[in-house]
């Protein structure tokens, strides 16, 4: 009897197999892990065509209807998170592909906005290739206390974040579609426009799932609205900031500057301008990256293949 293969993509860090025990699989499942990415279909297509089953770690790769409808043979599709912009629910569903999700948790994502935040105003990635390089305190920073922060989506993330800032003795300001007043209030927040958060607030800071609600909420007006000393931060996703209006904004310094963690295109292209301005701060898509993340994303991938193989799949994601 031919054996189930399973792929699992984009293991970036080779931690796949540490983080969980994969012996729970059947034995006649075969797993082949693969840690470079792939961004042309064909390429993926190629690698992926004799495969039942594919994890997918994020949005690292995209599965469209014309990727999936060219992988006849996969039959199940798990993704980390029980959300997933970067894959085609309709088409999954359309092509007899079950997609299933897994758990998570939050606050990585908001240790490492407070990360960005602190690296930006206390210029600690500089300091620290100073002191590298042999010099001694090369710039002068910024304070927290009495400082206004703008949380862009006060939801669960947001007001993990917005708590935090409280902590610094922060003016917290908040605004999303459907935020309501007392809401923001039991967040410790006052709800304002979203004009008026980006003209008062020194940090503004984005906490949105990508929709089409979303894509292209901070474009040249909006970011027009920040003061020159106020600085935007993005762990959420890159297409929510209107990426060339971004640019232009850094490089002409009509805002001090930007921690970003989540980009257009990921990975990174190398010749791309966030690479070389010298007024942000960029880390690779790691919000949710760590040890405590992965043991379950993991485990649940395995509980999600093994139900799939019993025939009765288990957090099964379909279109809305």
Same mark, same amino acid.
């Given at each position: ?136 305190? /090369?710039?002068?920073? =910024?304070? %927290?206390?009495?400082? &206004?922060?703008?949380?862009? #989506?006060?939801?669960? +993330? *947001? ?44 940090? /503004?800071?984005?906490? =949105?799932? %990508?929709?089409?609600? &979303?894509?292209?909420?901070? #474009?040249?007006?909006? +970011? *027009? ?96």
């Amino acid at each position: 009897m031919p054996k189930t293969r399973v792929a699992v993509l984009d293991d970036y860090q080779d931690v796949a197999l540490q983080m969980t025990d994969w012996r729970s699989l059947s034995p006649d499942t075969d797993i082949h892990v693969f840690r470079d990415h792939l961004s042309a279909n064909d390429a993926i297509v190629e690698r992926l065509k004799d495969f039942e089953i594919v994890v997918a770690m994020r949005e690292r790769t995209p599965f469209r209807r014309d990727l999936m409808a060219r992988l006849p043979k996969l039959k199940l599709l798990v993704t980390t998170g029980m959300r997933n912009a970067a894959i085609d629910l309709a088409a999954a569903a359309d092509l007899g592909v079950t997609v299933c999700g897994s758990g998570g948790v939050l606050p990585p994502t908001a240790e490492l906005t407070w990360g960005l935040i602190l690296a930006l105003l206390r210029h600690i990635p500089r300091e620290d290739a100073a002191t590298r390089a042999g010099q001694w305190q /090369v710039s002068m920073g =910024l304070g %927290l206390q009495g400082k &206004t922060l703008g949380v862009i #989506g006060l939801g669960n +993330l *947001g007001s993990y974040v917005a708590n935090v800032g409280k902590a610094f003795q922060m003016e917290i300001l908040a605004w999303s579609q459907n935020l309501t007043a007392e809401r923001a209030t039991q967040a410790g927040a006052t709800l304002v426009s979203k004009d008026e958060l980006l003209s008062r607030s020194d940090i /503004v800071t984005i906490h =949105l799932v %990508l929709s089409d609600r &979303t894509r292209n909420l901070l #474009g040249a007006r909006e +970011l *027009g609205l920040m003061k020159p000393t106020a600085f935007l931060i993005n762990t959420s996703r890159g297409p929510i900031v209107n990426e060339s209006a971004l640019i232009e904004a850094l490089q002409k310094r009509t805002i001090a500057g930007a921690g970003l963690d989540v980009f257009e295109e990921e990975p990174l292209p190398l010749d791309h301008p966030f690479r070389k301005l010298p007024n942000i701060v960029v880390t690779p898509h790691i919000g949710y990256v760590t040890k405590e993340t992965y043991e379950i994303f993991f485990r649940h991938i395995v509980e999600n293949i093994r139900a799939f193989l019993d025939g009765k799949p288990v957090r099964v994601m379909r279109a809305s």
